[in-house]
């Protein structure tokens, strides 16, 4: 063999050993600079998520120290009472969930008025005074809130904020809000960064903290630290990724030696795999596209979509027929600039705008939308993102919901329900009759006699005017008498439409007397109406919708009672009222209410009378529930108890 062929033989062996250290090398350098990369961007992250959590804590408190500067001027300046201060201070309480406690204190550190949140206790005792007076002596140099370092409280590490209270006087008060570090944590911590990191707070000298590990405990290999600053106080605060180094490098190692093995073999039977997928791919895109195209064409729901600046994309053809405009006529426009929007519907305007900026919801948008010729129709929009294939957002779609058949339901069942009620109110009359008729028989009567007489006098000519005018007076008292019952009974059956104002339950109770006491003379039973002074208190409704349901109530005590025997036939009618609304309570001494009876009481059609329709007591839940209130009975011992609160006139 030849020097040549020495060589030429030399470079063949030699050739795929340096081909094979080549990919070696690129294998190896390819996974170091991806595990650098990785890391470093790792390490990125977590340095910017723990400064977006850090501010997102700063940004929650600074609005919260706000807020208490804003109330600690209210209560400098308005000298507020207990009542609405403890009101404030629960609404500050409710919103602001991490804090355990609010107090008024004077300068001396003494408590004045103080709110605190149910399981923590004396957290204004457990603030060490060597914290609490050398920084109320701050606050009150520079006249801003300032916190204290941190310290033990009842629900674990916790920090106290000192709000100045603007005063005339020279004495000074405070108020101050009491932290937990534990729950500001919890509820401060956007809750997506939550699951990637465990957070701990605790102050410079890291005797005191506190965590939050939603998705488990830190890894410790990508970690951060940054300062907290709280009212002047600084606090230390880390986050510790839950995600560790990768565990799959021998996997991808042995998966690039493995695929650069094969590479020429596979690269030419992937092109050919790719192509036949491309085509597939492409079929099942055409057959999908065709697909959606056929189900928007023939929904009869209004389906658009518009990109992420508004301008309109794609409608269908039910929402082309809803307003009566084109697909070509709304192409390419904004919704404000089609004419099926009506002008001065600012309302869905800024709909639009929040919706555009990417503020999704799941509930639907109700307003009114104008058609091609003019005519104005309610609808519901419900807007959901566009999305492409990555998942990225490229715009907005909207289903629009023509209401007119709907709202024509609504009304059709509002005015049933007004016939139903005015059903019963008849109905009541009608099994009043023959009481209606012996109360007006009486006043009739009298006047009748009264009448007579004065007619007999003056035939016989008597000079004596005063028994004339007696007589008269006397009759025109009956006179007024009889109308007073024609008067009830008329505003109780006369149908109107539903009004709702301020009425006080003494005066619905007072408009009925007359025909309960009708009822009840009937059966022999002795009504006992007992309304104290508190019933005085006005209720927001109708005041003929309230009279229906006392009178329901009333009639079905005395109908319970029917059988009793004469000693227990009483009728009790009573209210009363509490800070939150107005209590009526109609009780009966009959049989009570079957135990068999005492879930399907008040389901529409269910009646335990022989001649009874079932309407009555579901129509008294029902307008009671349109009033904001309840209805529900009560057991006794005897007989069964009726009571309906409502709440007070705002």
């Known amino acids: 063999m030849t020097t040549d062929g020495w060589l030429r033989a030399g470079l063949r062996r030699a050739l795929p050993a340096a081909i094979a250290l080549l990919l070696v090398f690129a294998t190896v350098g390819l996974f170091v600079l991806t595990s650098t990369k990785e890391r470093s961007e790792a390490t990125q992250l977590a340095e910017s998520d723990t400064l977006l959590a850090r501010e997102s804590i700063s940004f929650q408190a600074e609005r919260e120290i706000e807020a208490l ?85 009842s629900q674990g590490p916790s920090i106290a904020l000192l709000v100045p209270i603007p005063q005339n006087s020279s004495s000074r008060q405070f108020i101050v809000a009491v932290y937990s570090l534990d729950r500001l944590l919890d509820q401060m911590v956007p809750w997506n960064l939550a699951q990637d990191y465990e957070f701990t707070l605790s102050d410079v000298t890291d005797t005191l903290r506190v965590h939050r590990a939603a998705a ?31 565990g799959w490098i021998a996997s991808v190692l042995r998966a690039g030696i493995a695929s650069l093995a094969l590479l020429l073999l596979w690269s030419l039977w992937a092109l050919w795999r ?27 729901i209004g389906v658009s979509a518009r990109d992420l600046d508004g301008r309109v994309r794609y409608v269908n053809p039910a929402f082309c027929r809803m307003v009566g405009y084109d697909p070509q006529e709304m192409a390419g426009q904004s919704p404000p600039a089609n004419g099926w929007l009506p002008p001065l519907n600012g309302e869905y305007r800024r709909h639009l705008e929040q919706r555009t900026n990417g503020d999704a919801t799941s509930h639907a948008f109700e307003t009114q939308l ?47 329900q007004e016939r139903l009620q005015t059903e019963a109110r008849l109905t009541t009359m009608g099994e009043l009759t023959s009481s209606l008729a012996h109360e007006l028989n009486q006043p009739l009567g009298a006047i009748a006699s009264y009448l007579a007489g004065s007619i007999e006098m003056l035939r016989q000519g008597s000079e004596d005017r005063t028994e004339l005018a007696a007589a008269l007076v006397k009759a025109s008292d009956q006179t007024q008498r009889a109308g007073q019952v024609i008067k009830r009974i008329h505003e109780f059956v006369r149908k109107q439409a539903p009004r709702r104002e301020h009425v006080r339950v003494a005066d619905v109770i007072d408009s009925c007397r007359t025909l309960i006491e009708l009822q009840a003379k009937r059966e022999a039973i002795q009504v006992e109406i007992l309304p104290n002074g508190t019933a005085d208190t006005p209720v927001f409704g109708d005041p003929i919708m309230l009279q229906q349901v006392v009178l329901n109530l009333t009639r079905n005590a005395i109908d319970a009672m029917s059988t009793s025997p004469p000693e227990r036939r009483r009728l009790v009618i009573s209210a009363d009222a509490d800070a939150t609304g107005v209590t009526l309570s109609v009780r009966d001494y009959g049989p009570g209410v079957p135990e068999r009876d005492a879930e399907r009481i008040f389901a529409p059609f269910y009646t335990t009378k022989s001649e009874g329709m079932g309407m009555g007591l579901s129509i008294c839940r029902t307008i009671v529930q349109a009033h904001g209130g309840r209805l529900w009975f009560e057991r006794r011992d005897p007989g069964t108890e009726f009571v309906l609160w409502l709440p007070k006139a705002g």
Not at 93 to 100: E, F, I, N, S
Not at 217 to 236: D, F, S
Request: hydrophobic share 35%; net charge neutral; glycine share 10%.
């Open 370 to 416: 104008v058609r091609r010729d003019g005519e104005i129709f309610p609808a519901a929009i419900y807007d959901a993102p566009l999305l492409d294939g990555g998942g990225r957002q490229v715009g907005w779609t909207s289903s629009i919901v023509d209401l007119t058949q709907q709202k024509q339901i609504e009304e059709r069942e509002r005015l049933q």
């Open 216 to 246: 488990g405990p830190g890894r410790g290999v990508y970690k951060h630290q940054e300062p907290l600053e709280l009212g002047g106080t600084t606090l230390l605060l880390r986050a510790d990724s839950v995600h560790g180094a990768p």
């Open 274 to 300: 790719d192509h036949q997928h491309r085509r597939a791919a492409e079929r099942l895109a055409n057959e999908e596209a065709s697909l959606r195209r056929a189900i928007g064409d023939c929904t009869v």
């Open 69 to 153: 500067q804003k109330l600690a001027a209210d209560v400098g300046l308005r000298s507020l009472s207990d009542g609405p201060l403890r009101a404030r201070f629960d609404v500050f309480m409710r919103r602001a969930g991490q804090v355990q406690g609010l107090f008024i204190v004077d300068s001396k550190m003494q408590p004045r008025f103080s709110v605190e949140r149910s399981g923590a206790e004396q957290e204004l005792a457990r603030i060490p005074r060597n914290l609490l007076e050398p920084t109320a002596d701050k606050v009150a140099m520079v006249e801003r809130p300032i916190a204290t370092a941190t310290f033990q409280g």
